[in-house]
């Protein structure tokens, strides 16, 4: 009997956005499967399933069928731990922003607590991921290539994704679970920023000249930065609860 | 006026062998400019010119355009150094082998004399490449992967091969000074937590169970985690000065 294949790294999962051309979800698949990845979630997908992306899909129809199609991005980051958007281009605001190397050493870092989910993203194939869709990201990962001409096809970043993240596992990992905290969970972070933003309402920090959307943006990617640890959030929301609402004189 | 697109590795042409799918084609390019490379050889392409391959070859269809095509290999290899053929699988017979890493090690190498060409030879889709055409080849390039599903396609290899050969040249930086944002200072800093611990004391946070040592320290070593900048920290302080301290009824 053939044995199941035993795909390693079972702690991260490819997020695709908005695919517009469903041969790239199916080859996507197949990049992954190439590489030992198989945890395929699809956001909103046009056209899908579609007998393209089979066929483009060839051996790795596996990972296809068992991908999850959700109506969401917040929906395909349940359980996550960390959040990798993939963009072509540097933005110019304040998300930690590092390379497919770098990045795919803090996956590796974060893995290592065997009960920690990764999740990279990849916008749609016209115009990348939203601002929106960037906020729920605490990494920002660039592919480096031509400055002049600078147009992956998606399923081509992931292709390199996939292969840089399994190079860098064959090169072993120093780490030890000794040295890592357990991350807070996307979930914590959101319930934590919600709590957030109804003290700020509460104190009416929020003014003309400071809006609510862009204070609580350049917020959230502070701590997004800072990676917060479970009990990190926790302390923070005990501050939260001990800030009451006062009256103006 | 835009400058010409500077295309970095003029020194190295990628060959592909009796490809059956123009589509394959078009991608290769579109893989290739994204990587800097240009020159792109074609022996006995099926259906080639296509509208399939400028399609798929988006923004590249000047490499596309400029690509030559051969009658045979022997052809597309006239002025090479050192050729270079890429396998899905380890050979059992006596060919110089590596991995992509180290294929583009060498071809650096190679290149480093500015007279000195290298192919890299990609062969038909469902086969590969056929022991005649392995007998023109100085080393045999394995890219790794699953072992227990390897089958990149032909585009995806010459991204991963183009990828690495980009980021092995040490173009892989894209972070330039208008990415980085001014730091805190330390002085602004310290001044910060001294604020902070004031508003903490004023609404009654620490307790025993919260002795103000161990909790300032773990703060401390959040945002020291966070690298704060100047005006992350003056946005905490902003909230800091709204709330104010509370009566306990």
């Given at each position: 009997?053939?044995?199941?294949i035993d795909y390693t790294f079972d702690n991260v999962r490819?997020?695709?956005?908005?695919?517009?051309?469903?041969?790239?979800?199916?080859?996507?698949?197949?990049?992954?499967?190439?590489?030992?990845?198989?945890?395929?979630?699809?956001?909103?997908?046009?056209?899908?399933?579609?007998?393209?992306?089979?066929?483009?899909?060839?051996?790795?129809?596996?990972?296809?069928?068992?991908?999850?199609?959700?109506?969401?991005l917040e929906e395909a980051l349940q359980g996550v731990h960390?959040?990798?958007?993939?963009?072509?281009?540097?933005?110019?605001?304040?998300?930690?922003?590092?390379?497919?190397?770098?990045?795919?050493?803090?996956?590796?870092?974060?893995?290592?607590?065997e009960s920690q989910k990764v999740a990279v993203i990849f916008?749609?194939?016209?115009?990348?991921?939203?601002?929106?869709?960037?906020?729920?990201?605490?990494?920002?990962?660039?592919?480096?290539?031509?400055?002049?001409?600078?147009?992956?096809?998606?399923?081509?970043?992931?292709?390199?994704?996939?292969?840089?993240?399994?190079?860098?596992?064959?090169?072993?990992?120093?780490?030890?679970?000794?040295?890592?905290?357990?991350?807070?969970?996307?979930?914590?972070?959101?319930?934590?920023?919600?709590?957030?933003?109804?003290?700020?309402?509460?104190?009416?920090?929020?003014?003309?000249?400071?809006?609510?959307?862009?204070?609580?943006?350049?917020?959230?990617?502070?701590?997004?930065?800072?990676?917060?640890?479970?009990?990190?959030?926790?302390?923070?929301?005990?501050?939260?609860?001990?800030?009451?609402?006062?009256?103006?004189?």
């Amino acid at each position: 009997m053939k044995k199941e294949i035993d795909y390693t790294f079972d702690n991260v999962r490819v997020v695709m956005v908005n695919t517009t051309e469903p041969g790239n979800i199916g080859a996507a698949a197949r990049a992954m499967k190439n590489m030992s990845l198989s945890h395929l979630y699809l956001v909103n997908p046009k056209g899908y399933p579609s007998a393209t992306a089979t066929a483009r899909a060839s051996g790795a129809d596996d990972v296809l069928s068992n991908a999850v199609v959700c109506e969401s991005l917040e929906e395909a980051l349940q359980g996550v731990h960390l959040v990798i958007g993939a963009s072509a281009r540097q933005r110019n605001i304040k998300w930690r922003q590092m390379d497919v190397v770098d990045a795919c050493s803090e996956i590796q870092k974060t893995t290592t607590l065997e009960s920690q989910k990764v999740a990279v993203i990849f916008g749609t194939e016209k115009s990348g991921m939203t601002n929106e869709e960037l906020d729920l990201c605490q990494i920002l990962m660039t592919i480096p290539g031509n400055r002049d001409y600078f147009s992956l096809n998606v399923a081509s970043a992931i292709q390199v994704f996939a292969y840089q993240y399994f190079i860098l596992n064959g090169q072993g990992s120093f780490l030890n679970e000794s040295c890592l905290f357990k991350k807070a969970s996307f979930d914590e972070l959101e319930s934590f920023y919600t709590h957030f933003v109804q003290v700020l309402e509460h104190i009416e920090y929020f003014e003309d000249k400071r809006p609510k959307v862009l204070l609580m943006r350049r917020l959230r990617r502070f701590f997004t930065r800072a990676e917060p640890e479970k009990e990190e959030v926790a302390i923070f929301r005990g501050i939260l609860r001990n800030i009451k609402p006062f009256k103006k004189p």
